[in-house]
């Protein structure tokens, strides 16, 4: 500490720092482009520090003294909320195509210019299509081959099939565990071979209970952000319940003319 405050009084050559610190409060006064330049920061912060504020007053308690790894995700949330705010290399991708989620009247959201339409059911499921896909509509009882990303509001990554190399396969009404609400709601009207954003409010998600996903814990009454690429399928030579799954860009499926994106799927497949 002596040798920093040796630096400190050699920069100010060896003016008081009480002086030195109202000179420079003085020229930041007088300097109004400076101000200027200054104030959009200030007042993002401020705006971050005060929409953090709400956000973390609205949320109940942890339900005894020994839940540390949730205070320590919920101080994580709060750091990375406000350099989301402030800083647009934090900001999620699928937040910025959605918007946050709130209280939004059911119906279609035109984009603006270069931007995609984005849907709000009367669930509260909010969705924004990235390809709409050129196979048949997706029906219940239909198998599904799917590809998610799941992402907290923080950015982190609760589920990724890409990483793990194993879609997700299941019978479209019948939700396997792990899966919530808005994520069937959100596949049940996409088309085989399309890749859809997804916004799933709280109750949709996974609720009061929160959830032990592969990648991370989500927290209870989290929303969640999904990108759903479902995969187009063709029987796989002589077994009918075998298939060759593959994203819309790669279909027919030739397996030796894929590079990524091939799912071999059974009928049965979880």
């Not at 890749?195 to 032990?212: D, I, K, N, Q």
């Not at 075998?242 to 009928?267: I, M």
Request: glycine share 14%; with cysteine; charged share 20%.
């Amino acid at each position: 500490r002596g040798g920093g405050g040796g630096g400190a009084s050699g920069g100010s050559k060896g003016r008081p720092v009480v002086a030195t610190m109202q000179q420079n409060k003085k020229n930041s006064a007088d300097d109004p482009e400076r101000l200027e330049r200054l104030l959009p920061r200030r007042r993002a912060l401020a705006s971050a520090a005060a929409a953090v504020a709400a956000s973390t007053l609205a949320r109940p308690s942890p339900a005894d003294a020994a839940s540390a790894s949730s205070l320590e995700l919920l101080a994580q949330s709060i750091g990375n909320q406000i350099r989301r705010n402030t800083d647009r290399k934090y900001r999620n991708t699928a937040e910025d195509e959605l918007g946050p989620l709130a209280s939004v009247t059911a119906g279609v959201t035109a984009g603006g210019e270069g931007d995609r339409d984005v849907v709000t059911l009367p669930s509260g499921l909010m969705y924004s299509d990235i390809e709409v896909g050129g196979g048949e509509p997706i029906g219940t009882a239909d198998l599904v081959v799917a590809h998610i990303v799941g992402t907290l509001p923080s950015g982190k990554e609760f589920e990724n099939t890409y990483q793990r190399g194993t879609a997700l396969t299941f019978t479209l009404g019948v939700r396997p565990p792990g899966m919530c609400e808005g994520l069937e709601e959100g596949i049940a009207s996409m088309r085989m071979g399309g890749t859809r954003l997804l916004a799933v409010p709280p109750s949709l998600g996974f609720g009061e209970r929160g959830s032990m996903a592969p990648k991370s814990i989500v927290p209870p009454n989290t929303p969640l952000r999904y990108e759903v690429q479902v995969l187009r399928c063709v029987p796989a030579g002589e077994a009918r319940n075998e298939r060759l799954c593959c994203s819309n860009a790669n279909f027919p499926c030739d397996p030796e003319g894929l590079v990524s994106g091939v799912a071999s799927a059974g009928a049965g497949a979880e």
